[in-house]
């Protein structure tokens, strides 16, 4: 069976899976692939309270069966659109996904919002709630901000983290300097919007970014981190 991972650059690539399909491909330290995802991660840790993590391995996520069609969908989007950026999402684990080089496997609880998205993709109905720019999924370049909604409901897990690394297309997006609870799209004209920070004039300490469709944003990479 075939089933795609999408590198650092956004490129997909084919692997052929003699046994049962993986939810996870493990990149050696080796890989300059690694290299670029890990000084991403490191780079983007911003808060200066936060002690840096270690980095205790990173997968690409695989996509087969009709994952691979949500990976065309996003393809096209963000060939239309441009202005991708690789970007993180922290939000809630309930297994031990990613604790060891051959836990690659999604688990099957659909209250693990981490096996969710790596099963196929982002959820809008997930996204709905009252946040700073309405129900759309964010993401920011800071990893040190993406690790505030980063957690752990499985006790087997307590020592390390796990951080979702995106492509994002971003487009054409709206710098905003307010906050707008109530949208449900982005303005018109525009893909996307950017939180404005506050030397930039904005309410925000650190950047992110929000698009309001799942076509637009896509796994590529899981990091493990303590």
Not at 83 to 93: A, D, S, V
Not at 169 to 188: I, N, T, V
Request: overall charge positive; hydrophobic content about 35%.
């Amino acid at each position: 069976m075939l089933h795609a991972a999408l590198d650092a650059s956004g490129h997909a690539h084919l692997h052929t899976c003699y046994n049962s399909p993986t939810n996870l491909i493990h990149v050696p330290a080796t890989d300059p692939e690694y290299q670029i995802i890990s000084q991403k991660f490191t780079s983007g840790w911003k808060h200066p309270h936060k002690p840096r993590p270690k980095i205790q391995r990173i997968f690409y996520v695989a996509y087969s069966g009709s994952g691979l069609a949500h990976l065309g969908k996003f393809s096209d989007y963000s060939n239309r659109v441009g202005n991708t950026q690789m970007l993180f999402h922290g939000t809630k684990r309930m297994c031990t996904i990613g604790e060891t080089d051959q836990n690659v496997f999604c688990c099957k609880q659909n209250t693990c919002n981490v096996c969710s998205i790596l099963r196929g993709a982002y959820d809008m109905e997930r996204a709905k709630g009252k946040r700073m720019f309405g129900p759309g999924i964010y993401s920011t370049n800071v990893s040190s901000k993406a690790d505030d909604y980063s957690a752990n409901t499985n006790n087997t897990s307590i020592r390390t983290r796990v951080m979702i690394v995106n492509h994002v297309a971003l487009g054409r997006s709206k710098l905003m300097f307010e906050a707008s609870h109530d949208m449900q799209h982005a303005p018109h004209m525009f893909n996307s919007v950017t939180a404005a920070t506050y030397p930039e004039g904005g309410k925000v300490n650190y950047h992110e970014a929000v698009v309001y469709r799942e076509d637009a944003i896509c796994a590529n990479a899981l990091i493990i981190y303590s």
